[in-house]
């Protein structure tokens, strides 16, 4: 595994492949940051469904309130939920929108970023500046290569779990 510098910046993504490892940037979007680590904390990312994988592109998920459905019904609903926590404002800057990148997915509101993100495929260098960007992939790409694809895929993969490297070295 990755040396883990930070742990208590650094995320563990379990996949069906394996896991991947994703350094987080709180020194760019802190309350991004902080927002992912508390969805995290409480179990709200595990069991969640990626909704919208498009190849080249990226794969998103993170509807905490209804990618962890089963049924065709909530999945198709999948993407437009996010927690019961408030929306955040956007924290744009200027690092890049690269291959292994993780943003924020949001509405036509800049600030209205809450739970769903999306991990980059390659370099969409045509967000820079519209989507935050709250950490990257250090580890484990190759996994995020292998999520079925589809709007939503006839058979989402799933975060099986995400954890706080700090809280998983306990």
């Known amino acids: 595994m990755a040396e883990i510098k930070d742990p208590e910046n650094?995320?563990?993504?379990e996949l069906k492949d394996g896991p991947v490892i994703v350094e987080l940037l709180p020194d760019?979007?802190?309350?991004?940051?902080?927002?992912i680590k508390e969805l995290a904390r409480a179990g709200a990312y595990d069991n969640v469904a990626f909704h919208?994988?498009?190849?080249?592109f990226m794969a998103q998920t993170g509807d905490?309130?209804?990618?962890?459905m089963e049924d065709d019904f909530n999945l198709r609903r999948a993407g437009t939920g996010g927690s019961d926590l408030p929306d955040l404002k956007a924290e744009f800057s200027s690092v890049p929108?690269?291959?292994?990148?993780?943003?924020?997915?949001?509405?036509?509101d800049p600030n209205s970023a809450n739970s769903q993100f999306f991990i980059n495929?390659?370099?969409?260098?045509?967000?820079n500046g519209q989507?935050?960007?709250?950490?990257r992939v250090i580890e484990g790409m190759e996994h995020v290569d292998n999520i079925a694809r589809g709007e939503p895929p006839a058979n989402p993969d799933r975060m099986i779990s995400v954890k706080v490297a700090a809280d998983a070295q306990e």
């Not at 919208?52 to 080249?56: A, K, L, Q, T």
């Not at 495929?121 to 967000?127: E, Q, R, T, V, Y």
């Open 52 to 56: 919208r994988v498009i190849d080249g």
């Open 28 to 35: 760019v979007a802190p309350e991004h940051v902080a927002r």
């Open 97 to 108: 929108h690269d291959r292994g990148t993780l943003g924020m997915a949001r509405t036509a």
């Open 121 to 127: 495929f390659a370099d969409n260098h045509f967000l």
């Open 131 to 135: 989507y935050t960007v709250f950490g």
């Open 64 to 68: 905490v309130q209804h990618g962890d």
């Open 10 to 13: 650094t995320l563990i993504i």
